[in-house]
């Protein structure tokens, strides 16, 4: 689950009775889940550029310019302009009244990394609408369903709504365990559109963008009812999550080995 660090700065120190931070218990965070199988972003593929780069370590940290070189390379489409403008949207929000200084200063865990791969991942949604990058970064099964809590809270920060109109705005959708689906958030975003609330960070995805950097829709295409949804019970997803520990595990004794061969040539050397 999501971290209080790995949360945009505001919204994690914030003290409002209302906003509870700490990850929920595993029971109710699985019970609404299913898999989009339409979902072609793969996080534990997606991480292993990272886990290299820290030596299979995920608790370690690797700098933003690195991370923005990672981005750039998978998805051709984005600007490094994008990828920092993506960053600033996030971790950014009118209760601040300021931008990051200067990202290139930060360092990202395994998670934040993840997180924003799958932004990217998305990108041809935020372009259209740039709220949804808020919704996407609490995606954490990748199946468009957000915390509800986090996203009121984040929504709240960034479009600096009071509480009371925030409740209102929210009130009227019931939640999945928790979770608020993607259609119920496009109803809001609405909300939010006929109420004129300006999102001055919004004019950073507006810019034209040439043929080459247009981003597709990377979702995988499926033939009959496009609104028919591909789902799988949470089994398929604990299947996935032992496969991603399966994997980080094997490539930790391809480390192991390739260090100890080193060792051992070095030796050979040496005599």
């Known amino acids: 689950g999501i971290q209080v660090k790995d949360l945009p700065p505001n919204m994690a120190k914030s003290k409002e009775n209302e906003i509870q931070l700490e990850e929920e218990n595993s029971h109710s965070n699985y019970n609404f889940s299913s898999v989009d199988f339409n979902c072609q972003y793969r996080p534990e593929e997606f991480a292993g550029d990272f886990l290299e780069l820290t030596n299979f370590k995920p608790e370690l940290t690797i700098d933003y310019k690195r991370c923005r070189q990672i981005y750039l390379k998978y998805f051709q489409f984005l600007t490094a302009e ?38 990217f991942y998305r990108f041809y949604q935020i372009i259209q609408d740039p709220p949804y990058a808020l919704f996407f970064f609490l995606d954490d099964q990748f199946n468009s369903y957000a915390n509800y809590k986090q996203l009121k809270q984040l929504l709240r920060l960034h479009f600096s709504i009071d509480i009371k109109n925030s409740q209102l705005m929210f009130q009227k959708y019931k939640t999945r365990n928790g979770h608020l689906k993607i259609d119920q958030f496009k109803k809001i975003l609405q909300i939010l559109k006929n109420s004129q609330v300006y999102d001055p960070l919004a004019e950073h995805f507006k810019q034209q963008r040439d043929e080459e950097h247009m981003p597709d829709n990377l979702d995988r295409i499926v033939q009959g009812n496009e609104n028919d949804e591909m789902f799988s019970d949470i089994s398929t997803k604990r299947q996935d999550y032992e496969e991603t520990k399966k994997v980080i595990s094997e490539m930790k004794l391809k480390a192991k080995k390739k260090q100890h061969e080193k060792k051992t040539e070095e030796q050979l050397e040496m005599d």
């Open 82 to 119: 994008d990828v920092d403008n993506t960053f600033q949207y996030v971790y950014s929000n009118r209760l601040e009244q300021k931008p990051l200084k200067n990202l290139d200063e930060e360092n990202l865990t395994c998670l934040q990394f993840i997180k924003f791969g799958y932004l």
